[in-house]
């Protein structure tokens, strides 16, 4: 069975960074490629950044480019987040999610990212 | 970038209903479009790929049609485990977008 958790989560000021996990587990991690997909509360789903199976390929959302790093350890089964310059609107839900045979098959619980001084 | 406009915004059926969700795209995303379920507190659930494929587990009381720039998503017979926020989302670019979202509501 596909498990996706994320962590890494919390409170935050602006102007400082977090670094989001999500270790998956019950499918062959480096098959696949990987997303992260945000969330603000009682809001719509915003995709945030894409990368492939071996890292050549990466994406960004227009609203985080330069400010978020998208990366994954496929020996540690493991997606990570590295947001930098953080601002309140990047307050959000942050889901992890595999790629499937078209869009999301996949996705973690969330991790709740909160932006505020 | 490609936007998503869905429609209605909010969408109030009785359970039987028949239900249609329009999305559609600034320009052409050929069958590249998935459906998503969400419910409160919820992660999204995949529905439809590929416009019309139906994701495994799926009821076959759902159902994805169009190409292009125009898709509907159209539920046969509303259930009452279906009240839920439905969202489309292109995947034509690297860069992904979702529509706004359809919440469906009990009539």
């Known amino acids: 069975e596909v498990h996706l958790v994320e962590s890494g989560g919390g409170l935050v000021q602006p102007g400082r960074s977090l670094r989001l996990s999500c270790e998956a587990s019950?499918?062959?991690?480096?098959?696949?490629?990987m997303h992260w997909v945000r969330q603000a509360p009682g809001k719509g789903l915003e995709w945030v950044s894409s990368?492939?199976?071996?890292?050549?390929?990466?994406n960004y959302a227009d609203s985080v480019k330069g400010r978020f790093t998208i990366s994954r350890d496929n020996a540690k089964n493991s997606l990570y987040l590295q947001m930098n310059s953080l601002r309140p609107e990047d307050t959000a839900f942050y889901f992890c999610?595999?790629?499937?045979?078209?869009?999301?098959?996949?996705w973690g619980q969330g991790t709740l990212v909160t932006v505020s001084s | 970038d490609i936007q998503m406009t869905q429609s209605p915004s909010t969408l109030s059926a009785s359970v039987g209903d028949r239900v249609t969700i329009t999305c559609r795209a600034t320009q052409s995303i050929s069958s590249w479009l998935a459906w998503y379920q969400q419910k409160p507190g919820k992660a999204p659930k995949l529905l439809i790929y590929?416009?019309?494929s139906l994701e495994g587990g799926v009821p076959s009381r759902f159902s994805g049609s169009g190409s292009g720039t125009e898709f509907t998503l159209t539920i046969s017979s509303l259930q009452p485990d279906d009240f839920a926020t439905y969202y489309c989302q292109q995947y034509n670019t690297y860069s992904w977008t979702f529509g706004q979202g359809t919440k469906v509501e009990i009539k």
């Open positions: 990368i492939n199976w071996n890292s050549v390929s990466i």
């Open positions: 590929k416009a019309s």
């Open positions: 999610a595999k790629e499937g045979r078209g869009g999301v098959d996949y």
């Open positions: 019950g499918f062959i991690f480096d098959d696949y490629a």
